[in-house]
Structure formats: C-alpha cells, structure tokens
C-alpha cells in the first residue's frame, strides 16, 4: 500500500496520513490502509473506532466526490479527514 505520511510539528505535533483512492482495489488494500490508520493513531493513545465496512465507505465517498486523495491528520484531539 503507497501512503505519504508527513510529521508536522508547528503549531502542534499532526501525522498526516495521505492515501490516493485509486489504490484501494481489493479487500486486501483495504485492510492494508485501515492497518496503517490504526498504527498513527496507536502514536497518539488514539482508537479510530473505524471498522472494515466504515473505512470501505470513506474510500467510496472520496471516489464519489471525484477525489484522488484521502488525507487523514491525526493528533492528541483525534482524527480529521479531508478529500483532496
């Protein structure tokens, strides 16, 4: 699985964890970017409460709005995501 992640440290400490959709082809892609989530939100005492079907739907509702990219940031506040 093909994941940029960046470490931001101003103003606050941020991993941004940027997907491009297109990669997302099988069940097995799937588990592979949801493993990834779970292991930069593990560095901030974070649980995503994301399932297989939920990130599955993130993916379709990105690829519906015409997206290529899934930008998930992660800090101590939790989880933002963005369609790029």
């Known amino acids: 699985m093909l994941v940029n992640i960046e470490i931001i440290e101003k103003p606050e400490l941020i991993t941004k964890a940027s997907f491009e959709l297109a990669n997302f082809k099988t069940e097995k892609d799937l588990k592979e970017g949801l493993a990834i989530v779970f292991m930069v939100a593990?560095?901030?005492?974070?649980?995503?409460?994301?399932?297989?079907?939920?990130?599955?739907?993130?993916?379709?509702?990105?690829?519906?709005?015409?997206?290529a990219i899934m930008a998930l940031a992660v800090s101590e506040d939790g989880?933002?995501?963005e369609f790029l």
Request: glycine share 4%; proline share 3%; net charge negative.
């Open 42 to 67: 593990a560095d901030y005492y974070l649980d995503p409460e994301l399932e297989l079907e939920d990130f599955a739907n993130l993916i379709e509702q990105g690829k519906e709005k015409s997206k």
């Open 79 to 81: 989880l933002e995501l």
